[in-house]
């Protein structure tokens, strides 16, 4: 079957044949995959915020941690799996009491990080699907969480997570100022929104508490924007992750060398 003429009088269908006899296709995104690479490298290489430091690195990924089945990992809008290492890694490292998560979506993470810090209450919070979000989102905020989507429900050890939905704009978070080891800010993604979630973020932030943004690369304007702002507090980067995190001195020192 052939396709219709294009305006040339080839038809497209065999001008894509042609293209791929000479593996013309391929190679296009070889090279698309080369430019993205080049693209993220100059945007972590240009990144005002440093690296975290080798040692406690080390020591974080000291600790042993647990996976949920591997049908739940990578899946489009959910933690990539170095992501969720270092998330657990680091929730059982500092032996958090209390976690909260801003954007549950398959509470993939929720559940590594309940299953991996049992002694730990994990809040999640996600905008019920059908909420009009009360401010703009980032053109990537195409994944949306709901009920029937959750993956924590049908594994075991989840007895400690705490659901809750709402708009992160205005969901009262007073009643958690203070009181949180690990807040993990992964919500809307548009420059409001990263701003407000981070404003509550650290109100949660219990002493020697710790912030973790994801998302903080090229493709995510709002979170380099407002991460940047916030450069000055000592924000550092994760290597192989999108993460960025807030590590108070006293926090650092609590995490024990193995
Ligand atoms: C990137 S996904 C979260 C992924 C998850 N944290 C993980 O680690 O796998 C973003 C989530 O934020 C939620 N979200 C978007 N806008 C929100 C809002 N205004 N308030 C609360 N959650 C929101 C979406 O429904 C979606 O589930």
Redesign the pocket.
């Known amino acids: 079957m052939t396709g219709a003429p294009n305006s040339s009088g080839t038809s497209q269908q065999s001008w894509s044949q042609f293209h791929n006899v000479l593996g013309l296709s391929s190679l296009t995104r070889r090279l698309d995959i080369l430019r993205r690479n080049y693209l993220n490298h100059r945007f972590d290489r240009r990144s005002p915020l440093p690296l975290i430091q080798d040692d406690l690195l080390t020591r974080i990924y000291s600790v042993e941690v647990s996976f949920p089945p591997r049908r739940y990992l990578m899946l489009p809008?959910?933690?990539t799996i170095d992501?969720?290492f270092f998330?657990a890694s680091l929730a059982v490292a500092m032996e958090a009491k209390s976690v909260f998560?801003?954007?549950?979506?398959?509470?993939?993470?929720?559940w590594t990080l309940a299953r991996n810090v049992p002694a730990a209450v994990v809040h999640t919070?996600?905008?019920p699907?059908s909420?009009i979000?009360?401010?703009d989102?980032d053109v990537d905020?195409v994944?949306?969480?709901s009920q029937e989507g959750l993956v924590y429900p049908h594994l075991p050890s989840s007895g400690n997570i705490v659901q809750h939905w709402?708009?992160?704009?205005t969901?009262d978070f007073s009643p958690f100022y203070d009181s949180i080891d690990l807040v993990?800010v992964?919500?809307?993604?548009s420059e409001d929104?990263v701003r407000s979630d981070s404003e509550n973020a650290s109100r949660m932030s219990s002493d020697n508490g710790v912030v973790v943004w994801?998302?903080y690369w090229r493709l995510s304007p709002g979170v380099v924007k407002v991460l940047h702002e916030r450069a000055g507090l000592g924000l550092v980067r994760v290597p192989g992750t999108r993460l960025v995190v807030h590590m108070p001195e006293g926090a650092k020192a609590k995490i024990r060398t193995p």
Do not use: N
């Open positions: 809008g959910t933690q992501g969720l998330l998560e801003i954007g549950t979506f398959t509470g993939v993470s929720t919070l996600d905008i699907p909420d979000p009360s401010w989102l905020d994944h949306r969480g709402a708009d992160s704009a969901f993990y992964d919500g809307a993604h929104y994801d998302d």
